[in-house]
């Protein structure tokens, strides 16, 4: 299975290179990422999360019951909308904390699919976010970088704290590990 990289790993802060469409390795390495989502209890992954520096993300979009990923190549963010919302984010490559980032509750996305099909999404709510929150990861963002400056010295310093306890990617508190 594929490793989760984890912040502060300056690949994480690295812009990804556009995918090939034609290049078939890449619906081996969505399949990879979706198992490796899948087994941190994840709802969304980037190709920077498992050290590739690719514009690949897979997203869960089915239901509970009924488990579904939908692979995005290359995506990018055409049109946000609304109020901005502050909501509590997980992240597989910073395990133990969740932390309150800003983010418009609507958006488009444009990508390609692994066909090389070129399709627009728009979604609100919780798909939204993890959609910006996938496509900040291509860009170099993570968790922290996204945060308020305020927000951001908190989750810092949370961060810290969770890895001597040692969370694991999945886990958004370690309030039951730590006394």
């Known amino acids: 299975m594929l490793k989760i990289v984890l912040s502060p790993d300056p690949l994480l802060n690295q812009v990804s290179e556009p995918c090939d469409p034609q290049d ?18 994840g709802i969304g992954i980037a190709a920077p999360q498992v050290g590739v520096l690719k ?10 019951e009924e488990p579904e990923t939908m692979t995005l190549l290359n995506p990018e963010i055409v ?10 984010e997980g992240c597989l490559s910073c395990p133990g904390v ?6 418009k509750p609507w958006v488009r ?10 399709w627009e999404i728009e979604s609100d709510g919780w798909f939204a976010r993890c959609l910006q929150h996938e496509i900040d990861h291509l860009d170099g963002k993570t968790l922290f970088e996204s ?3 305020r927000e951001r010295i908190k989750a810092l310093s949370a961060y810290a704290e969770a ?17």
């Open 24 to 41: 078939r390795s890449l619906k081996r390495l969505a399949r990879q990422m979706a198992k490796a989502m899948y087994a941190n209890d």
């Open 55 to 64: 514009r690949l993300i897979v997203v869960e979009c089915g239901t509970p």
């Open 79 to 88: 049109e946000t909308d609304g109020e901005p919302v502050i909501a509590e």
């Open 98 to 103: 969740s932390v309150p980032i800003e983010r």
């Open 109 to 118: 996305v444009r990508y390609l699919d692994l066909d090389g099909e070129a």
């Open 147 to 149: 945060a308020s400056p």
């Open 163 to 179: 890895q001597k306890a040692g969370a694991k990617p999945g886990e958004t508190s370690i309030d039951a590990k730590v006394r």
